[in-house]
Nanobody, 115 residues
Framework: QVQLVESGGGLVQTGESLRLSCAAS????????LGWYRQAPGKQRELVAA???????TLAGSVKGRFTISRDNAKNMVYLQMNSLKPEDTAVYYC?????????WGQGTQVTVSS
């Protein structure tokens, strides 16, 4: 089993930056992919960024050039650096750990970007 705890959300203004952190615990953390998803009110949860166990990254088109995902396998951490934030980035951001067989989610952290 893997436990995930997100942190770093908050209220910022348009154009500002935030860094989200996700602490993962469990013996299998290093073998899974880690990702950030977000869900805005009334919308489906969507992939923001993901990083494989080998460091291969995937970014949603809406955040390319603004967001960066990274992971520290030694610390079992994954980060989402968010720059040039826009009001449409407002959502609850969730950390996800996954393999081909299973996945676990964190509880989420709120990001609000004011215009």
């Amino acid at each position: 089993q893997v436990q995930l705890v997100e942190s770093g959300g908050g209220l910022v203004q348009t154009g500002e930056s935030l860094r989200l952190s996700c602490a993962a615990s469990g013996s299998a953390v290093s073998i899974g992919a880690l990702g950030w998803y977000r869900q805005a009110p009334g919308k489906q949860r969507e992939l923001v960024a993901a990083i494989s166990r080998y460091g291969i990254t995937t970014l949603a088109g809406s955040v390319k050039g603004r967001f960066t995902i990274s992971r520290d396998n030694a610390k079992n951490m994954v980060y989402l650096q968010m720059n040039s934030l826009k009001p449409e980035d407002t959502a609850v951001y969730y950390c996800k750990w996954s393999t081909s067989d299973t996945n676990y989610w964190g509880q989420g952290t709120q990001v609000t970007v004011s215009s």
